[in-house]
């Protein structure tokens, strides 16, 4: 359900909000594949690139679907996609490149033989 919060002077979700509301789907996946929380001494996603469709508008009140899906990995990075639906019609979509990096240090990180077998498992491909 949309929030006020996340709408605009007009009652539209600002584009802005689209994007927070995909930040939380790429951070519940991120903490789902690695079973750990973020936190600044662990690695974790970083946004490299972010590609924006917005296609319909979306208001206060509205019922909503996100999705989210891992369509391809490298060696410390990997490609989601994001798509907000109305009454199961895509309103927003979104594509990610998020590299893997210490908090701390900012250095790209590997992603492990583990993950990246979870990451097939979810139909995810080596690239």
């Not at 994001?82 to 998020?98: F, H, I, N, Q, S």
Request: hydrophobic content about 40%; glycine content about 6%; some cysteine.
């Amino acid at each position: 359900m949309i929030r006020w919060s996340e709408c605009d002077p007009y009652g539209h979700v600002n584009h802005a909000a689209y994007l927070v509301l995909f930040e939380d789907l790429r951070v519940a996946h991120w903490q789902a594949l690695t079973g750990a929380t973020l936190a600044p001494d662990r690695p974790g996603p970083v946004v490299a690139q972010l590609d924006v469709r917005y296609l319909r508008g979306v208001r206060f009140n509205d019922a909503v679907t996100l999705t989210c899906r891992t369509v391809s990995f490298r060696r410390s990075s990997y490609v989601q996609e994001y798509a907000l639906l109305k009454d199961g019609e895509p309103c927003c979509t979104a594509r990610a490149v998020c590299v893997v990096t210490r908090q701390d240090s900012g250095e790209k990180v590997p992603l492990t033989p583990e993950w990246r077998a979870l990451l097939q498992a979810q139909g995810a491909e080596a690239g």
